[in-house]
């Protein structure tokens, strides 16, 4: 009898032992050639609706757009009768479709905080994303201050944490952020700076040595890890390598200065 209270117990459900059912069937994607045929087809069938329901008189049909262009050929013989105050009807008439048209743009106009958001939600990923790419760059020569200005800045600007570590004989740089940041920070590392012209100017005041390689920069890994491993983007100058192995390892990544120092030209 101590069992019985004032409480109803509900047991949990248990579902019964059986397989689970297939995933549902995912939507075909369409080219951007289906996807515009598809909006001309949904806004020609709209057009045709309208245009029904103007004929059976449930919409107002709408007013011709007489212009002063058009003006005899819409009117005809009516134009002649008193053309003054016609010509000042078909002028206000143009003027509230004017009015309207800038009314409707102005009502689409985003206000400062949505165009903002819109511009970063185009130009950055979406924060919200676990995904964290790296991107390993090994480059001969990064003493030159305009190239070194240019990796630092736009990795800042591109909101990419890492680091540029420039030694003796070999500099390498690690970036890590969104898709799209890593992917225009390739684009400037490999295609925009112009490595070998670098060197050359630099190496005017002093003596040039002949048999110094080409400098250029290559991409040694790409990749996708769980988080990042660093907290911003910074740039660091060792006398060594140990030293500049360091920078990597106190970060848990030294395996990224062994990648680029074991890295040639026949990888690629």
């Known amino acids: 009898m101590e069992k019985i209270t004032i409480y109803v117990e509900h047991p949990r459900p248990i579902e019964p032992p059986a397989e689970p059912a297939p995933p549902p069937p995912q939507p075909l994607k369409l080219t ?25 008189g449930l919409l107002e049909p709408p007013k011709p757009k007489v212009k002063m262009s058009n003006l005899m050929k819409v009117l005809g013989s009516e134009a002649t009768q008193d053309p003054t105050k ?42 919200n994303t676990m995904e964290t790419v790296v991107s390993v760059y090994k480059v ?50 490999l295609r925009r700076i112009d490595w070998a012209s670098a060197v050359k100017i630099e190496d005017e005041d002093g003596e040039e040595d002949e048999d110094k390689p ?9 990749g996708s890890v769980a988080k990042p491993s660093f907290n911003r983007f910074s740039v660091h100058e060792c006398r060594t390598e140990a030293a500049a192995r360091k920078v990597f390892s106190d970060a848990g990544v030294g395996h990224y200065w062994d990648l680029a120092v074991n890295f040639t030209e026949d990888q690629m």
């Open 32 to 56: 951007k050639k289906e996807q515009k045929k598809l909006r001309t087809q949904r806004r020609l069938a709209r057009e045709k609706d309208r245009q029904e329901m103007i004929r059976q």
């Open 86 to 127: 016609l010509e000042m009807e078909i002028r206000s008439a143009a003027a509230e479709r004017e009015q309207a048209h800038i009314d409707r743009n102005i009502a689409r106009k985003l206000t400062p905080d949505e165009r903002r958001d819109k511009k970063e939600r185009k130009l950055f990923d979406d924060p």
């Open 140 to 189: 001969n020569n990064l003493s030159h201050p305009q190239t070194r200005f240019k990796v630092d800045v736009n990795a800042q600007e591109n909101r990419l944490t890492g680091c540029a570590v420039i030694s003796d004989g070999i500099s390498v740089v690690v970036v890590e952020g969104g898709n799209k940041s890593i992917k225009r920070y390739g684009k400037l590392m």
């Open 214 to 222: 080409v400098n250029k920069c290559a991409l040694v890994w790409q």
